[in-house]
């Protein structure tokens, strides 16, 4: 779709691509409304997608497709599998290409970055938490600690969500994964530094929509660790889904190479079957519907880099250390086993120690992080500054759609998400101005 296509742009000559994770400053979008490479600051003339204000969770983007676009009208931000190389103010898109790597070889590759990644943290940091979401990601994470002999330097804190309406995969209401939390506490107790269970609350959300930008908002809980404490460094395993492999893209992808469909599908619906698989409890994918490489997805979630700073604190995510490289994989190597039962990060566990944490693995899914569910909030609960929509943009028709919801006494959480999201873009243009 894009893979030759020739833009103006601004940027002096070299090779650019939007890394996963990066900040908004170094995110590049086609504005084919130009037939130009532009990046935030020049796009305040671009009128606003209307779908934007009501799915603001994703932003910059519409969708993990980049086909669907982003919040500005016929703009694109495309996936780190695309190169634009500039010259003389001219921007041509490359498709990324480098040599494909059987898994074996990915998992070598992969687990010493990881590795290298950890090590440099330590060096630099005497006090690190780890936000434990008790998923295999973060087990991955904890494994290198562990083999690296950092955990009496290590505090892991998981949290438990009452922000969120209940659900079957809140580690309170999941006896598995209660018990798999249970039994690491009392087993690591006596290595690690402290393990603590973190509660968030309405007030936790709340405190970050009064008091923070857009990217704090959605990572409230990770804004709950930073206040409490300050000048340490803060380990992530978001990201890993991608990087490890326990994706439905993954999946998707290996349907759109795949050169005997129903084979495939066959194998696909099958390993469904063995319920004791990592993902089998989590996934949803149509095998019925379209399938999309890895370079039509982008593996951007949120901006971890924007809480940096904050209350002296810096912010890490070792899974995310190179995303470009899963992704020439030569796929005959991956089956669909591989991905349904999170088989790289199995095999990077188990190198760094053994079968000591199979116990602790359940399944995929959890909403006991950084995510909330749709509630309504009286307007006391805001501060009144916080209402004021900026001037600065080329609002679409949704304007409307939030001018009523916010005239309202009471208020829904992704209302005040896509007005915290305007400010936020608001603030990437010369003449931010908050006055209504």
Same mark, same amino acid.
């Given at each position: 779709?894009?893979?030759?296509?020739?833009?103006?742009?601004?940027?002096?000559?070299?090779?650019?691509?939007?890394?996963?994770?990066?900040?908004?400053?170094?995110?590049?979008?086609?504005?084919?409304?130009?037939?130009?490479?532009?990046?935030?600051?020049?796009?305040?003339?671009?009128?606003?997608?209307?779908?934007?204000?009501?799915?603001?969770?994703?932003?910059?983007?519409?969708?993990?497709?980049?086909?669907?676009?982003?919040?500005?009208?016929?703009?694109?931000?495309?996936?780190?599998?695309?190169?634009?190389?500039?010259?003389?103010?001219?921007?041509?898109?490359?498709?990324?290409?480098?040599?494909?790597?059987?898994?074996?070889?990915?998992?070598?590759?992969?687990?010493?970055?990881?590795?290298?990644?950890?090590?440099?943290?330590?060096?630099?940091?005497?006090?690190?938490?780890?936000?434990?979401?008790?998923?295999?990601?973060?087990?991955?994470?904890?494994?290198?600690?562990?083999?690296?002999?950092?955990?009496?330097?290590?505090?892991?804190?998981?949290?438990? !969500?009452?922000?969120? /309406?209940?659900?079957?995969?809140?580690?309170?209401?999941? *006896?598995? @994964? &209660?018990?798999?939390? +249970?039994? $690491?506490?009392?087993?690591?107790?006596?290595?690690?530094?402290?393990?603590?269970?973190?509660?968030?609350?309405?007030?936790?959300?709340?405190?970050?929509?009064? !008091?923070?930008?857009? /990217?704090?908002?959605?990572?409230?809980?990770?804004?709950? *660790?930073? @206040? &409490?404490?300050?000048? +340490?460094? $803060?380990?992530?395993?978001?990201?890993?889904?991608?990087?490890?492999?326990?994706?439905?893209?993954?999946?998707?992808?290996?349907?759109?190479?795949?050169?005997?469909?129903?084979?495939?599908?066959?194998?696909?619906?099958?390993?469904?079957?063995?319920?004791?698989?990592?993902?089998?409890?989590?996934?949803?994918?149509?095998?019925?519907?379209?399938?999309?490489?890895?370079?039509?997805?982008?593996?951007?979630?949120?901006?971890?880099?924007?809480?940096?700073?904050?209350?002296?604190?810096?912010?890490?995510?070792?899974?995310?250390?190179?995303?470009?490289?899963?992704?020439?994989?030569?796929?005959?190597?991956?089956?669909?086993?591989?991905?349904?039962?999170?088989?790289?990060?199995?095999?990077?566990?188990?190198?760094?120690?053994?079968?000591?944490?199979?116990?602790?693995?359940?399944?995929?899914?959890?909403?006991?992080?950084?995510?909330?569910?749709?509630?309504?909030?009286?307007?006391?609960?805001?501060?009144?500054?916080?209402?004021?929509?900026?001037?600065?943009?080329?609002?679409?028709?949704?304007?409307?759609?939030?001018?009523?919801?916010?005239?309202?006494?009471?208020?829904?959480?992704?209302?005040?998400?896509?007005?915290?999201?305007?400010?936020?873009?608001?603030?990437?243009?010369?003449?931010?101005?908050?006055?209504?």
């Amino acid at each position: 779709m894009f893979n030759g296509l020739v833009l103006d742009t601004n940027l002096e000559d070299g090779i650019y691509y939007n890394r996963e994770p990066n900040s908004l400053h170094d995110t590049y979008f086609i504005d084919t409304n130009s037939n130009s490479l532009k990046q935030i600051y020049e796009l305040k003339d671009v009128k606003l997608e209307e779908k934007i204000y009501y799915s603001p969770s994703k932003f910059p983007r519409l969708h993990k497709l980049i086909s669907h676009g982003t919040a500005w009208k016929n703009c694109y931000a495309l996936s780190c599998s695309h190169d634009y190389n500039v010259k003389d103010k001219k921007a041509t898109v490359i498709l990324h290409q480098e040599t494909k790597i059987p898994l074996i070889d990915y998992c070598e590759k992969y687990y010493k970055l990881i590795e290298q990644e950890i090590i440099k943290i330590y060096s630099q940091h005497n006090d690190v938490v780890l936000q434990f979401s008790g998923g295999i990601d973060s087990l991955v994470l904890l494994s290198y600690i562990v083999k690296l002999g950092y955990t009496k330097r290590t505090i892991l804190i998981n949290f438990e !969500n009452y922000f969120i /309406t209940d659900h079957p995969d809140l580690i309170r209401n999941n *006896i598995k @994964k &209660n018990l798999a939390r +249970t039994k $690491l506490m009392l087993d690591c107790k006596n290595y690690l530094s402290d393990f603590i269970i973190m509660e968030l609350t309405d007030e936790d959300w709340l405190w970050a929509v009064n !008091n923070c930008a857009y /990217t704090q908002c959605q990572l409230y809980g990770s804004m709950k *660790i930073l @206040k &409490n404490f300050p000048n +340490t460094a $803060l380990i992530t395993g978001h990201h890993g889904d991608q990087t490890l492999l326990h994706d439905t893209m993954w999946i998707s992808h290996l349907f759109a190479n795949s050169t005997n469909i129903s084979e495939t599908k066959k194998e696909y619906v099958e390993s469904l079957q063995n319920k004791s698989l990592y993902m089998n409890n989590y996934i949803d994918y149509d095998v019925d519907g379209q399938h999309n490489l890895l370079h039509d997805y982008t593996w951007h979630l949120k901006y971890w880099h924007d809480l940096n700073g904050y209350n002296g604190c810096s912010v890490y995510t070792p899974l995310s250390v190179n995303t470009r490289l899963c992704r020439n994989i030569d796929t005959n190597s991956l089956t669909i086993n591989d991905i349904l039962d999170a088989k790289v990060a199995k095999t990077l566990i188990h190198k760094n120690i053994g079968n000591q944490f199979d116990e602790y693995i359940t399944h995929q899914g959890n909403l006991d992080g950084d995510v909330f569910s749709k509630k309504y909030f009286d307007k006391s609960n805001f501060h009144r500054d916080l209402f004021c929509i900026p001037k600065n943009i080329n609002h679409n028709i949704g304007l409307l759609w939030l001018e009523k919801n916010l005239s309202e006494q009471t208020i829904e959480t992704n209302t005040i998400l896509s007005l915290k999201m305007l400010q936020l873009i608001s603030q990437n243009f010369e003449d931010a101005d908050f006055n209504v």
